[in-house]
């Protein structure tokens, strides 16, 4: 089970790491996020950088170690992680890595309707989706393979090679699922599609798959 945090946010997950090599005020935590792909790893709201800079400085993982002015620019504050803050890194870390949380997945919420489809336009749209799959994965290994001909440290690059994983995964189960569709191995893909050629109404078509769900096996 997930720890309560303080700050429970992912991005403030992201500026303790930002911090742990040195100080750095709000426009040098910003810009290691970006460099280190940080948008990529997580969802990152950066209007909201600010609000979470604060929200750890009052939790005490981030401290206020002095400002300074460039020019004619505002005073920026100068922020350094705490030795809560590093210990919260390091736990967060942790839990991050061993205890699996269940995740909101678009594709899994559409595939828990997928009988308002008929059954041939659901191999249309799984087709559709394994191109761009197909187009995403290319794009990411030859980002790896660039990231790995400047002898960048493995250990620096396996959440993109874990992603990888995920979208190789994804597309192997959703092509099997569209052969499945294609070949007629899908279990009663014929009712499926006849309940569609008879154009009976979205809403009656999840209840007739419950009704079927729930009837009785005959002995």
Same mark, same amino acid.
């Given at each position: 089970m997930a720890t309560k945090r303080k700050v429970n946010n992912l991005l403030a997950l992201a500026v303790l790491s930002a911090m742990i090599d040195r100080p750095k005020h709000r426009y040098?935590?910003?810009?290691?996020?970006?460099?280190?792909?940080?948008?990529?790893?997580?969802?990152?709201?950066?209007?909201?950088? !600010?609000?979470? %800079?604060?929200n750890l400085e009052?939790?005490? !993982?981030? +401290?206020? =170690?002095?400002?300074?002015?460039?020019? #004619?620019?505002?005073e920026r504050v100068i922020y350094q992680l705490t030795d809560a803050g590093r210990a919260e890194l390091v736990d967060w870390t942790r839990e991050l890595v061993a205890v699996p949380e269940p995740e909101q997945h678009r594709? %899994?919420?559409?595939?828990?309707?997928?009988?308002?489809?008929?059954?041939?336009?659901v191999i249309e749209l799984?087709?559709?989706?394994?191109?761009?799959?197909?187009? =995403?994965?290319?794009?990411?290994?030859?980002?790896?393979?660039?990231?790995?001909?400047?002898?960048?440290?493995?250990?620096?690059?396996?959440?993109s090679e874990f992603g990888l994983a995920m979208?190789? #995964? +994804?597309?192997?189960?959703?092509?099997?699922?569209?052969? +499945?569709?294609v070949d007629g191995t899908f279990p009663e893909v014929e009712w499926w599609r006849q309940v569609h050629a008879d154009n009976i109404p979205p809403a009656e078509v999840v209840a007739a798959v419950e009704g079927r769900m729930t009837q009785p096996e005959s002995s």
């Open positions: 040098e935590i910003a810009q290691t996020l970006r460099d280190r792909g940080k948008d990529q790893d997580m969802t990152i709201k950066w209007g909201s950088l !600010y609000t979470v %800079v604060q009052k939790v005490g !993982y981030l +401290e206020i =170690i002095g400002s300074e002015r460039d020019g #004619a620019r505002p594709f %899994v919420a559409g595939l828990s309707i997928l009988s308002v489809l008929p059954p041939d336009e799984l087709g559709r989706r394994i191109d761009a799959l197909g187009h =995403i994965i290319d794009g990411v290994r030859a980002e790896l393979d660039k990231v790995m001909a400047m002898k960048l440290p493995r250990l620096f690059i396996i959440e979208l190789e #995964a +994804e597309a192997a189960w959703a092509r099997s699922l569209r052969d +499945e569709l």
